[in-house]
């Protein structure tokens, strides 16, 4: 468990991150909070040329809140965010999605840009970010660009971004203070990716839920009928759980957190 | 002459090794400083079954950095199979596995070559150099079905059943032919393993000058190792050390002998004449360190109406893997605990050991005992159930009875002793883990969250566990010549159970001290030459009573050398506080200290003048010379055999909590009776207990070992194989009872174990429990949410 030989950069300025970046071609990698990276390079399942590791970016570094949502630089600790005060008051979904994320010391290292861009199906802020309808900024050659949470996630561990392109923020739009949101998941051990997971928000007559580790990427339904959850999803099977035994639990953890979610908005609670 | 006895013993004293390993001062294998060693890395079966056609290192052994690759073509006498350790008839077609495997690959993780270089990435890289051309064989996975059915793993063996024996008492085929009720039922426990967080590693170093070879492993058995080493490499015992310092956990895997790489690691020092080290990483700890668990027990109970137990029939296979080095102890475990804490009169059980190309199972903490249990335990519940009987009744009915002692099980074998439970109160222990859990109010409890849609259940289980397995421990036990410190010297090895701790306290106990006045000293054949090692919960009962006779003979010896310093009489001395006094005069006191000094006549009271008051009291010695042969110390040394096994017994209960909607499951409570004999520290013993609770928990709901149909292990990470963290292992209760041993003068039995071997049983019994509005029956451990959703989905009262 070795890692097989890469070069390895780290640039103090994003500028000169996204040089290395066309320089470096598609064969180098971004290295981030290393919690997905490194265990893939230490079991030569990815053998990058280069990696341009980001931590020296400190302006990627900010948790940005306004009126409308916060804004979070791709190199902020998913630590950072799930304490920021101004976060959980403006998107109470994300301190309760991630407090599902593995486990403290984990969060302290991986970045909320590491886990976007990993783009894991499984991972709960990808669909904390699509069930809030948010975006992500990005950097590359050609300045930069704005993607939207639908059209980020293309396939498991697929994002849009070009290959010379750089996460740069991730914004989650804030919740509408009419509107009540959960996030509810199995896993098998505390801390564990889910074998399914549901966010749910609800304002009124409108709901909206985004289920993880139920298709190859965040799958967003608006609708309260899980009838429709099920044509959605497009669960598949691993050791832990069955593709069948997944849609029983898109339609229990939905059914769940959209509840929870109903009983907060008229609640006026979190 | 009298001590302050069991003063020490049957304290909770801090850890002697808290302070060293809770700051990370420890020193594992892996710390062991060799900056100039050389790195191995092993090129490992990617398949479970093939034959090796092309196997070229020319590549790597190009490779810079690279000192040399070796295959078995390489190894000319250590090619041969390593050594079956436990021939017997029972077991007629043996198969060992060769260090670097030779033509033909059986498992998944095999070593095939071996590559040695200046650092570990290096190494990486030229394994991946190696060329290897394999012919896919058919792999067998099944082991059930492999006992008459589908391809062969040894091609060269009439059938795939390696082992095939049974034991029978009574006579259990009159028992069944005369029973009022009978029950049968097939129960499975999967393979598994215990994941110690420090892998295996060993680091083998050649002193050029002597010519004396010292090698560093995470072995529970230094000085078999030692022997091992010692027929394979042709150096004699003075040329050839094996050490095994602070090792993090080992669980019976690193009581395994030998491993290849105990072997080849050292023969690379031996050869390339340098310091070589392999560190084992995670992968290859899943892939190429021994499994457990995997057996499939059809049971049988014979019993009365009014619900006595008078037969039981077992006929269980065990999955082998690809090799057999360790012999029939795991199905002979599994079979001597079969009856578990009942007094069931006609016994007959069979055991089969099936191979697999799979990576072999070897002992490990419970070492079938949890298996036998889980059957055991769920046919006792369901023979309840088919009585229309309550389950705790039904036990109470058939456990052995206090006045029962010693009850012997003629015909069953635990560790070459026969089965003869020696103490204990099982009646005792269930009412008290009854009365624990709540037994009684329990079903109104239930009743009435039911109402409100929670689905509590409750599970119960009764064991016994065989410990303390000779042939014999030793020790030896002596004052240091100047500090007065006390020294124990032992031939055993410590992966976490707290001998420095247990061990003084049994010292300290006879010489008047506190245990951190004791230093014990382990894991090194250079210090102790005699023992087998740490496992089977054997280290405390045999080791203990060595080192309490040592200590009595340095007891002995101080007491005498006091009265002639006293100038008193030696039946008026006591020991106590460090120092030996007369009776009733406090004043008139010698410490062990100054006794050792006063022995010894190279004295260095000059360079330390707070000695020099030993020159105050009358001579130690009544002549010049030394008297009896004792020399200038105080010292003892004893060793202690066994002459049966101990049985330590308890009960386990828990309440769980299912959610019918997901399947997930939740312990609510969890409470252990546990009864080893005389405790040495509680506090330890309950440490044990926790880790063993946790182990079980795994095996319960979380561990296994996942194949597919090609022998590939799907789950080799730490990212599927699930050991449960702190947040799924539950707040445990325990309750302590202390029936001595009768076996050993100290009464102790063995604690190392005993938590292990209920859980299963005890939480599929609480699954049952919980969903027994649906008619769920739960036979296979571990569950996990998506077969609990499937059971209530099949259940009668199912499509919930
Ligand atoms: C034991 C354990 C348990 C875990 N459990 C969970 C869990 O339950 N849920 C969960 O969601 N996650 C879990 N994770 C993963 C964790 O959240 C990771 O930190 C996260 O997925 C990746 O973030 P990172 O900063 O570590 O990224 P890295 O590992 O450094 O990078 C991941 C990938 O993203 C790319 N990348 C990173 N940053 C950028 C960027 N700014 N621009 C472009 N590409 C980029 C990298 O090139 C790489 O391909 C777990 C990890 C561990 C070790």
């Not at chain 1, 009928?225 to 997944?246: C, F, L, M």
């Not at chain 2, 700890?285 to 014979?302: D, K, P």
């Amino acid at each position: 468990m070795k890692p097989p030989p890469f070069d390895y950069h780290a640039p103090a300025t994003l500028d000169e991150a996204v040089r290395l970046r066309t320089e470096l071609g598609p064969e180098a990698s971004i290295l981030a909070g290393g919690q997905s990276l490194i265990p893939l390079l230490n079991l030569r399942f990815a053998r990058p040329s280069a990696l341009i590791d980001l931590r020296r970016v400190r302006e990627l570094v900010y948790v940005r809140a306004g009126q409308d949502g916060v804004a979070v630089g791709a190199m902020t600790s998913q630590r950072e965010l799930e304490r920021s005060v101004d976060a959980a008051r403006l998107c109470p979904l994300l301190r309760e999605a991630q407090r599902c994320v593995a486990h403290p010391v984990i969060r302290n290292r991986g970045t909320v840009g590491g886990t976007i861009a990993h783009a894991d199906p499984a991972a709960e802020l990808p669909a904390a970010l699509r069930v809030l309808a948010g975006h992500v900024t990005v950097r590359g050659p050609r300045g930069e660009r704005r993607i939207d949470a639908d059209e980020l996630f293309q396939f498991h561990f697929t994002t849009s971004l070009e290959p010379d392109e750089i996460l740069t923020e991730v914004f989650f739009p804030a919740l509408r203070p009419d509107a009540g949101s959960a996030y509810l998941e199995l896993s098998r051990r505390h801390g564990d990716y889910p074998l399914a997971g549901a966010a749910a928000i609800a304002a009124g007559d409108h709901v909206r839920l985004c289920f993880a580790a139920l298709g190859p990427t965040p799958v967003l339904v608006e609708s309260d009928d899980p009838a429709d959850w099920d044509a959605a999803i497009e669960p598949a099977g691993d050791i832990h759980a069955s593709a069948g035994y997944r849609r029983e639990l898109a339609a229990v953890l939905g059914g769940r957190a959209l509840a929870l979610a109903r009983e907060r908005a008229t609640g006026g609670a979190a | 002459m009298t001590g302050a006895a069991g003063r020490v013993i049957g304290r909770s004293v801090a850890r002697n090794e808290d302070e060293r390993l809770l700051r990370g001062r420890g020193m594992y294998v892996d710390d062991v400083r060799a900056p100039d060693a050389l790195h191995v890395a092993f090129l490992r079966s990617p398949v479970a079954h093939a034959r090796i056609r092309v196997l070229d290192v020319s590549a790597a052994r190009a490779h810079p950095g690279v000192t040399a690759v070796w295959t078995h073509a390489d190894l000319g006498e250590h090619a041969e199979p390593l050594p079956l350790l436990f021939p017997h008839e029972h077991l007629p077609h043996p198969k060992t596995q060769q260090p670097l495997a030779v033509d033909e690959v059986d498992f998944v993780g095999q070593p095939i070559a071996m590559v040695i270089a200046e650092n570990r990435y290096t190494a990486e890289d030229a394994v991946e150099l190696i060329e290897l051309d394999l012919e896919d064989l058919p792999a067998v996975v099944d082991y059930e079905a492999a006992v008459d059915q589908g391809p062969l793993v040894h091609a060269d063996l009439p059938t795939n059943v390696a082992a095939d024996g049974t034991w029978t008492v009574g006579d259990p085929d009159r028992a069944f032919a005369e029973a009022e009720i009978v029950v049968r039922h097939r129960f499975v426990c999967e393979r598994s393993s215990s994941m110690p967080m420090e892998p295996r590693a060993v680091l083998a170093r050649l002193d050029p000058g002597t010519g004396s070879l010292t090698v560093w492993d995470t072995t529970q058995c230094v000085l078999p190792v030692r022997s091992a080493l010692v027929a394979k490499l042709g150096l004699p015992e003075d040329l050839l050390h094996v050490i095994a310092p602070d090792v993090g956990g080992g669980f019976g895997l690193k009581g395994y002998l030998l491993y290849p790489e105990e072997l080849l690691v050292p023969l690379a020092a031996l050869r390339l004449r340098a310091a070589v080290r392999w560190n084992e990483d995670r992968r290859e700890h899943f892939l190429a360190s021994n499994h457990q668990r995997g057996q499939a027990h059809t049971i049988e109970l014979a019993a009365t109406r009014d619900g006595v137990i008078t037969g039981l029939r077992d006929d269980f296979v065990q999955d082998q893997g690809a090799f057999i080095a360790y012999g029939l102890i795991t199905p002979w475990i599994a079979a001597s605990h079969v009856a578990g804490s009942y007094r069931i009169p006609n016994v007959s059980v069979r055991y089969r050991c099936v191979y697999t190309n799979k990576v072999s199972v070897s002992p490990m903490r419970g070492v079938g005992r949890p298996q036998s249990s889980f059957a055991l335990e769920r046919a006792v519940d369901l023979l309840a159930h088919e009585l229309g009987l309550d389950r705790a009744e039904l036990r109470r009915r058939n456990l052995v009875q206090p006045e029962d002692f010693p009850y012997a099980r003629e015909g069953l074998f635990f560790a070459g002793y026969p089965v003869v439970l020696d103490s204990g109160d099982y009646p005792k222990a269930l009412e008290l883990a009854l009365d624990a859990i709540g037994y009684d109010g329990f079903a109104a409890e239930q009743a009435l969250e039911r109402e409100r849609g929670r689905y509590l259940g409750l599970g119960l289980a009764c064991y016994v566990e065989g410990t303390g397995e000779g042939p014999y421990e030793g020790a030896r036990v002596y004052v240091q010549p100047t500090s007065g410190k006390v020294q124990v010297t032992t031939g055993l090895t410590t992966q976490g159970q707290s001998h420095a701790t247990t061990f003084a306290q049994i010292a300290a106990d006879v010489l008047g001290l506190e245990p951190d006045q004791v230093q014990i000293e382990e894991g090194n054949t250079a210090a102790f030459g005699f023992g087998a090692g740490t496992f089977g919960s054997r280290a405390i009962v045999n080791c203990a009573n060595a080192i309490s006779l040592a200590a009595l003979e340095v007891r002995d010896k101080a007491l005498r050398y006091a009265a002639n310093m006293l100038e008193a009489a030696a039946e008026d001395l006591e020991v106590g506080g460090g120092m030996i006094h007369v009776r009733g005069v406090p004043e008139r006191s010698v410490s062990l200290r100054e006794i050792a000094i006063a022995v010894n006549p190279i004295r260095y009271t000059t360079l330390d003048p707070s000695t020099a008051g030993v020159e105050r009291f009358a001579p130690a010695r009544t002549w010049s010379g030394f008297e009896r042969g004792d020399g200038p110390l105080l010292e003892g040394s004893a060793f202690w055999a066994p002459s049966s096994t101990t049985w330590s017994n308890g009960v386990h209960a828990a309440i769980v909590e299912v959610d019918p909607g997901t399947g997930d499951v939740r312990y609510l409570r969890y409470v252990v009776v546990h009864d080893c004999g005389v405790m040495v520290n509680p506090a330890i013993v309950n440490g044990q207990i926790h880790g063993g609770v946790a182990q079980g928990v795994a095996n319960s709901f979380f561990e296994r070992m996942v194949y597919d149909e090609t022998g590939q292990h799907r789950n080799a990470s730490f990212l599927d194989f699930l050991m449960p963290y702190a947040t799924e292992v539950p707040s445990i209760e325990i309750h302590h009872l202390e029936t001595p041993s009768p076996l050993n003068p100290l009464g102790i039995k063995g604690a190392g174990e005993g938590g292990s071997i209920s859980p299963p049983a005890v939480t599929a019994a609480a699954i049952e429990d919980a969903l027994a509005p649906f008619g769920v029956h739960v036979d296979e451990a571990p569950l996990d949410p998506q077969r609990v959703r499937a059971l209530i989905a099949a259940a009668p009262g199912g499509a919930a």
